[in-house]
């Protein structure tokens, strides 16, 4: 039978291999982002769909945000995300990790914050997480705690119907596109 002290010793080598190899998935993820931002630098399409990649994002968000801060003068290099779970799929992390932006990610999952604020992304950019249900009673009151002002260079939403609601009562909803 094992020894406590080595099943312990085995747990925390095991955690730290994982930990290592997300770090390199993250830097192959990364070259591979690169390679796909040089090659769409010269793509000229009408249709964003035809930028789309992933990077970290879902379904090609990464590609098609790479090509509108390409192709649009963004003053402010911030962003606000919301409904980002931990943050390791989620549609600004690649412009984070890649071109420097400064985050303000929200989720009301409490673990995923806390996971999120243990990666080394977390501590290694300009980002800021807070664990919150977005309601449309403190929807300004959150967007206001990110310190950025109504020129935000991003706001990225995670759209469903019952989004409306909160977006009508947001200080950003004026905002001119």
């Not at 192709?71 to 990790?97: A, H, P, Q």
């Amino acid at each position: 039978m094992r020894s406590p002290n080595w099943i312990i010793a085995t747990l925390r080598q095991a955690v730290s291999a994982t930990i290592e190899t997300s770090v390199r998935i993250d830097d192959i993820k990364m070259s591979q982002g690169l390679m796909l931002s040089e090659s769409m630098a010269v793509k000229e399409s009408k249709h964003l769909k035809d930028y789309e990649f992933k990077v970290f994002s879902q379904w090609g968000e990464d590609g098609i945000i790479q090509h509108l801060t390409s192709v649009l003068e963004i003053e402010n290099k911030t962003f606000i995300e919301f409904g980002v779970e931990d943050f390791f799929e989620s549609n600004c992390r690649y412009l984070m990790m890649k071109d420097n932006w400064i985050g303000f990610v929200i989720d009301g999952s409490a673990s995923n914050i806390d996971r999120l604020k243990e990666a080394e992304f977390y501590w290694r950019y300009d980002l800021t997480a807070l664990n919150s249900f977005i309601t449309r009673e403190n929807i300004n009151e959150l967007l206001a705690k990110s310190g950025f002002d109504e020129d935000l260079g991003i706001l990225s939403i995670d759209w469903t119907a019952s989004t409306t609601m909160f977006w009508n009562r947001s200080a950003f909803s004026n905002r001119e596109f």
